[in-house]
């Protein structure tokens, strides 16, 4: 049995295997510096984030382009930015969360 993997889906494949590491570096040197959550906490957690941001572009695509009619285009940039602001809260209040003292 031949299998292949059409053009798109290798290229999300690579695009994923590049950003997801890229993407966790530069959030947790860069961008949320002062999370003291564990190294392996801050990548599970980063991986369930990226997974739901992952359904998210799938679901809000599905229903701006098949239920709503909007063109895919447009649809794909609502989506972006919906899935962007998104994630940023996500991995503000839950991937590097700061402990806050009471």
Do not use: D
């Not at 292949?4 to 994923?16: D, G, N, Y």
């Not at 966790?24 to 999370?35: A, D, G, P």
């Not at 503000?92 to 003292?101: C, G, H, L, P, S």
Request: glycine content about 4%; charged content about 10%; some cysteine.
């Amino acid at each position: 049995m031949h299998t292949t993997i059409a053009a798109h889906i290798a290229a999300f494949i690579v695009s994923f295997c590049i950003a997801f590491p890229l993407g966790f570096i530069f959030n947790k040197y860069i961008v949320f510096t002062t999370s003291e959550l564990r190294g392996w906490h801050q990548l599970f957690r980063y991986g369930l984030s990226v997974m739901t941001s992952l359904g998210l572009s799938y679901v809000f695509l599905k229903i701006c382009v098949e239920v709503i009619g909007i063109e895919p285009t447009l649809s794909k940039f609502i989506t972006t930015v919906l899935v962007a602001i998104n994630s940023y809260f996500m991995q503000q209040y839950f991937t590097f969360k700061v402990r806050t003292i009471s």
